[in-house]
């Protein structure tokens, strides 16, 4: 790098994100669906969040409303943290913890599955398939409940089934972070 570089560089303002109280649990799930789902498919995401917080994983999602909120509300109701990354600069669903504004559109889909550790789909549309496409290409291990039937994706009768195998598979798949701050580990 030259001098010049190396002087603008030090110049330019760093970006620091600090938090306070309790983190989130260092494992996420993301459950992904419709926005306009049928109630079936709400209560099955209900149930899903639900279940996914009493096992002290964190929920994401794509922060809107439908299969996104009823994941939401549901780990809400259990006590669990939620966290939306959302394709706009919205405000997303009332059972947000973490609200993520991309302003990306579609290709926040992209970030919400690197951001998880395992992805359950609950029925969906084309956004969900563009997600799960996402999931299968990176190896993210990926459960359905009435979803696309699709090699890869493991078929799940319950979302009991679907949460239990999830925070199974999803385990290994996240590296020991160290905290880094003010006096932290560089």
Known sequence: MCAT???ERSRAPSLSLYASGPLPSPMQIAVIGRGDCSGEEYAAAETVGRLIAEKGVTVCCGGLYGVMEA???GAKE???T???VLPD???GNPYLDVVIRTGMGHARNVVLVHSADAVIAVGGGYGTLSEIAVALKTGKPIFGLSTWKI???RACATPEEAVSLAVRA???SRPSRSPRGPGGPA
């Open 151 to 153: 090699e890869g994706v």
């Open 78 to 80: 259990a006590g669990g």
């Open 89 to 91: 600069t919205g405000d």
């Open 5 to 7: 570089c190396r002087a």
């Open 71 to 73: 994941a939401c509300r």
């Open 82 to 84: 939620t966290v939306g």
């Open 170 to 172: 999803g385990r290994p």
